[in-house]
C-alpha cells in the first residue's frame, strides 16, 4: 500500500464566497443577483421541536456563486442531470491552462494546442482562464477571451471530464459556443471558479463535489472548490 504524506499537501480554495441577504428582496435586487448568480434568500432559522438545536431553511437558485452545471441545463429534453453521473466525475487530475490574451481574443486552435502542450491526457478536469484585464467583475463580460469552436472540439478529443473557468473566460454566440457544445457533449461545466492567481501547479488535483449531486431532478448545484497541490499528478 502506497503512504502518502498529506503534510506536503497544500489546499487551495476556487470557490466564491457568497453573503445571503438578511432582509426580503424587492424586484430589481433578485434580477440583479440572478444575473451575478448570487440569487439566494434570506435563511430562515427555526427551533427543534425535539432539542435545543436549530435548523435552517434555504432557498436559492442552483446556479449559486461557484457552481456544477450539468447537460441538462441546456437540454432538459434529453441531458443528464447531476445524479446521472459518477461521483468520481467531481474530482481527478486537473490541467491548468492559463492564456496570456487581452480582451476581445480568441483561444484559436492553435493556440490551445500551444497551451496545452501535451499535458492533457484524457479522463481529465481542464481549467481555463487568462490574463486579460477587465472591467468589473461581471460573470458575464463578453469582452473577455472566448473558446472557438474548434478549440472546444480539440477538448473533446482530449475527452475532458469535466470544463471549469472563472469571468475571464467568456463564449462565442451559437452555434459555435464552446459552453453548449461542452453540454451537449456530455461535460459538466464548473463555472466561476476565482482565487486562480494562488494556483502555483500545471498539473494538480481538483475536488467539486456538488451540494445538490444526490438531489433527482437537478440541473446544477453549488460547489466549494478545492485544488490540491504539492505531488506529481502526471
Known amino acids: 500500500m502506497q503512504t502518502i504524506d498529506t503534510r506536503a ?17 424587492g424586484p430589481d435586487e433578485i434580477h440583479t443577483r440572478v444575473g451575478q448568480e448570487t ?22 437558485k442552483t446556479h449559486l456563486g461557484t457552481h456544477l452545471e450539468a447537460p441538462f441545463h441546456m437540454y432538459p429534453k434529453d441531458g443528464k442531470t447531476l ?23 480568441i483561444i ?6 500551444k497551451v496545452d502542450n501535451g499535458r492533457l491526457k484524457g479522463n481529465d478536469i481542464v481549467l481555463i482562464h487568462s490574463t486579460a484585464k477587465l472591467e468589473g467583475d461581471n460573470p458575464y463580460n463578453h469582452s473577455a477571451p472566448a473558446v472557438s ?4 472540439e480539440y477538448l473533446l478529443m482530449k475527452r ?5 473557468f ?11 459556443n464552446a459552453h453548449d457544445i461542452l453540454l451537449r457533449n456530455g461535460i459538466p461545466i464548473l463555472e466561476w471558479v476565482t482565487n486562480l492567481d494562488k494556483l502555483t501547479q500545471d498539473v494538480a488535483f481538483l475536488v467539486a463535489i456538488p451540494a445538490f449531486g444526490k438531489v433527482i431532478g ?16 502526471d
Request: without cysteine.
Open 149 to 152: 469552436r474548434e478549440a472546444t
Open 108 to 113: 484559436t486552435l492553435d493556440v490551445m494546442k
Open 166 to 176: 472563472p469571468s475571464s473566460i467568456s463564449f462565442l454566440p451559437a452555434p459555435d
Open 83 to 105: 445524479s446521472d453521473f459518477p461521483a468520481d466525475t467531481w474530482l481527478g487530475r486537473m490541467v491548468n491552462l492559463k492564456f496570456d490574451l487581452g480582451p476581445n481574443t
Open 39 to 60: 440569487l439566494i434568500w434570506p435563511i430562515e432559522q427555526y427551533n427543534s421541536a425535539v432539542d435545543t438545536s436549530v435548523y435552517q431553511i434555504v432557498k436559492l
Open 160 to 164: 475532458i471530464k469535466m470544463f471549469a
Open 218 to 233: 437537478i440541473d446544477s448545484s453549488p460547489v466549494q472548490v478545492v485544488v490540491i497541490e504539492g505531488a506529481d499528478f
Open 9 to 25: 499537501f497544500k489546499v487551495i480554495d476556487i470557490s466564491k464566497t457568497v453573503h445571503p441577504p438578511t432582509q426580503q428582496m
